[in-house]
């Protein structure tokens, strides 16, 4: 069955950085586009970052172009978002998802809280 | 940058139909997808490419698309519909994704 793991999350001071990791299993990871997708507290989603299968095309929300970068391991089936100059407003569950189509994936989501 | 405009609360006593409105002015070349998000849960996708139901979405489930709007609605809503509800699409070029900003569905 379909997997996703996220790991990495925590409480990180402002201006600090962390590093999510997105475990996937049960599926072809390496043919498909992921997501990360995150929800401050009480708030809606907000699309955070796409990579595309291989690689070679990542694209950004205004909110997080500069200071996070989207990456992935085929090799390891993983998925990652380095965040770096973290912000009290970058606080938020963060969920790696395959979607597009009608398999569509999330994971159990890694909460961040960037507090000093 | 792009948005998706849904208002933000929709009320229906159970058995009515609710609609749930999405507008972006990209929509008429873009896909839209609906997810329902319970609380403390992760999203669940309900509709995808306008008004595709994924396996194991009850019917009652429909989604359809005109010019800049995308509709989600539930005929005969039940009280366990009750949820947030966001459309996800793209912008023109495809590379940026956008989140409406969520529907509050009350179903009592």
């Known amino acids: ?116 | 940058s792009y948005e998706l405009t849904q208002p933000p609360s929709v009320s229906v006593s159970p058995g009515q139909t609710a609609r749930i409105t999405c507008s972006g002015d990209a929509l008429p070349k873009k896909y839209a997808y609906w997810y329902q998000q319970k609380s403390g849960q992760a999203p669940v996708l309900v509709i995808y490419e306008d008004s595709k139901r994924p396996s194991g979405i009850p019917e009652r489930f429909s989604g359809s698309s005109s010019g800049t709007m995308a509709t989600l609605t539930i005929s005969g809503a039940q009280v366990e519909d009750e949820a947030d509800y966001y459309c996800y699409s793209t912008d023109s070029s495809g590379n940026l994704w956008v989140f409406g900003g969520g529907t509050k569905l009350t179903v009592l």
Not at chain 1, 38 to 60: C, H, M, T
């Open chain 1, 1 to 116: 069955q379909v997997q996703l793991v996220e790991s990495g999350g925590g409480v990180v001071q402002p201006g600090g950085s962390l590093r999510l990791s997105c475990a996937a299993s049960g599926f072809t990871f390496s043919s498909y586009g992921m997501h990360w997708v995150r929800q401050a507290p009480g708030k809606g989603l907000e699309w955070v970052a796409f990579i595309r299968y291989d690689g070679s095309n990542k694209y950004y929300a205004d909110s997080v172009k500069g200071r996070f970068t989207i990456s992935r391991d085929n090799s390891k089936n993983t998925l990652y978002l380095q965040m770096n100059s973290l912000r009290a407003e970058d606080t938020a569950v963060y969920y790696c998802a395959k979607v597009g189509g009608a398999e569509d994936y999330w994971g159990q989501g890694t909460l961040v809280t960037v507090s000093s």
